[in-house]
């Protein structure tokens, strides 16, 4: 059973930084797609990060590009998401997910999810 265990988030002041974490139980997770997504209270969820399987492609939401990373450490199962230069605005639930093929920050085209980990940013 593929698992999905995102980790990192809490509470932080807007100007801060966090680090979210995403241990994948995917026997072959190189070979997978992961992206990051959030979910704020009331509103859908959106898109924030996509990395290709080597890294060596990314692609962020317009509304975090220059603050948000994107990276994985193939070796450990791990996808990470660097959050600096945090906003309120950035309340959300965050979750990973992955897939097979190319990069895409398209919810509907992912096969796996976490259960999330909360990040609040205060004003």
């Known amino acids: 059973q593929v698992q999905l265990v995102e980790s990192g988030g809490g509470l932080v002041q807007a100007g801060g930084s966090l680090r979210l974490s995403c241990a994948a139980s995917?026997?072959?997770?190189?070979?997978?797609?992961m992206g990051w997504f959030r979910q704020a209270p009331g509103k859908e969820r959106e898109s924030v990060a996509t990395?290709?399987?080597?890294?060596?492609?990314?692609y962020y939401t317009d509304s975090v590009k220059g603050r948000f990373t994107i990276s994985r450490e193939n070796a450990k199962k791990t996808v990470y998401l660097q959050m600096n230069s945090l906003k309120p605005e950035d309340t959300a639930v965050y979750y990973c997910?992955?897939?097979?093929?190319?990069?895409?920050?398209?919810?509907?085209?992912?096969?796996?999810w976490g259960q999330g980990t909360q990040v609040t940013v205060s004003s």
């Open positions: 990395i290709s399987w080597s890294g060596g492609t990314t």
């Open positions: 995917l026997r072959t997770f190189s070979t997978y797609v």
């Open positions: 997910a992955a897939r097979k093929y190319g990069v895409s920050l398209q919810e509907y085209e992912y096969d796996y």
